[in-house]
């Protein structure tokens, strides 16, 4: 389930729903009793009432409070045991967040964009925040065929993409897996943060990541008499943004603009 797949439900929805009404039909939704596809069919329908009728995200989930199975959460793309689950709720949350702040827009959404993005052959990248904040698939220092003529991009294939995207700096969190004076060399800007799995060193790193990712604000002048007035410094500016994403974890945008 992604994002592009939620924009192509909820424009089927949509032409459905008005040709029932023409017609002077009743339309249902049925779905499957596996329990990924209850999952995912339970997030597709609220997310069109967060969507297309704003309603809250309680409001939306309404009818599903004490469903019995309950839904089974979402998880991530590794092999491993999952210690950070995703509730249908929690990622509603997400959804919800995103419209409110105006990351995601139904009107000026290309679904056909996106999945050509998502493609590895393509550089498997998706805007969590458009024109901010980009995920991509870790390259390797080689491409390497993962399917009969299907190739990854090699770490220099990624440079014109980068800047044909407006990406002018890299975090990599995980090993080191290609030569970051690559990037360098091509003009965009390289860091490294990668951590082990210790909670501690996981929030430090994710604060850094936000700093590099925050632009500094402009100079302001001094206030006209320091002693009375405090003003709020870069640092915590960024530090007092950082701690309300982290306060609002559950509401995972990322889960439906990047799963996995």
């Given at each position: 389930?992604?994002?592009?797949?939620l924009?192509?439900?909820?424009?089927l929805?949509?032409?459905?729903?008005?040709?029932?009404t023409?017609?002077h039909?009743?339309?249902?939704?049925?779905?499957?009793?596996?329990?990924?596809?209850?999952?995912?069919?339970?997030?597709?329908?609220?997310?069109?009432?967060?969507?297309?009728?704003q309603?809250s995200?309680?409001?939306?989930?309404?009818p599903?409070?004490?469903?019995?199975?309950?839904p089974?959460?979402f998880?991530?793309?590794?092999?491993?045991?999952?210690?950070?689950?995703?509730?249908?709720?929690?990622?509603?949350?997400?959804v919800s967040?995103?419209?409110?702040?105006?990351?995601f827009?139904?009107?000026?959404?290309?679904?056909?964009?996106y999945?050509?993005?998502?493609?590895?052959?393509?550089?498997?990248c998706?805007?969590?925040?458009?024109?901010?904040?980009?995920?991509?698939?870790?390259?390797?220092?080689?491409?390497?065929?993962?399917?009969?003529?299907?190739?990854?991009?090699?770490?220099?294939?990624?440079i014109?993409?980068?800047?044909?995207?407006?990406?002018?700096?890299v975090?990599?969190?995980?090993?080191?897996?290609?030569?970051?004076?690559?990037?360098?060399?091509?003009?965009?800007?390289?860091?490294?943060?990668?951590?082990?799995?210790?909670r501690?060193i996981e929030?430090?790193?994710?604060?850094?990541?936000f700093?590099?990712?925050?632009?500094?604000?402009?100079p302001?002048?001094?206030?006209?008499?320091?002693?009375?007035?405090?003003?709020?410094?870069?640092?915590?500016?960024s530090?007092?943004?950082f701690?309300?994403f982290?306060?609002k974890?559950?509401?995972?945008?990322q889960?439906t603009?990047?799963?996995?």
């Amino acid at each position: 389930m992604n994002l592009g797949q939620l924009h192509r439900f909820c424009k089927l929805l949509n032409s459905k729903l008005e040709e029932a009404t023409t017609q002077h039909k009743q339309l249902s939704f049925a779905t499957s009793n596996h329990p990924h596809k209850r999952s995912n069919s339970i997030y597709l329908v609220c997310s069109w009432f967060l969507i297309y009728k704003q309603n809250s995200v309680a409001l939306a989930y309404q009818p599903f409070f004490g469903l019995v199975p309950a839904p089974v959460p979402f998880r991530d793309a590794a092999f491993s045991i999952c210690t950070y689950s995703l509730s249908v709720i929690d990622v509603l949350k997400g959804v919800s967040k995103s419209l409110a702040q105006e990351r995601f827009n139904f009107a000026t959404f290309n679904p056909d964009l996106y999945d050509r993005m998502d493609r590895i052959e393509h550089g498997d990248c998706t805007w969590i925040i458009p024109g901010k904040l980009m995920a991509f698939s870790g390259p390797q220092a080689q491409k390497r065929e993962i399917s009969p003529g299907v190739f990854t991009l090699s770490i220099d294939e990624y440079i014109p993409l980068f800047k044909k995207y407006g990406v002018t700096g890299v975090i990599r969190f995980n090993k080191k897996i290609y030569d970051r004076q690559v990037l360098i060399s091509g003009g965009i800007n390289h860091y490294d943060l990668y951590y082990e799995v210790r909670r501690i060193i996981e929030i430090f790193i994710c604060f850094f990541a936000f700093l590099i990712c925050t632009p500094p604000p402009p100079p302001t002048p001094p206030p006209p008499n320091p002693s009375r007035r405090m003003e709020e410094t870069p640092p915590k500016r960024s530090l007092s943004g950082f701690c309300k994403f982290v306060n609002k974890k559950k509401e995972r945008w990322q889960c439906t603009a990047r799963p996995g």
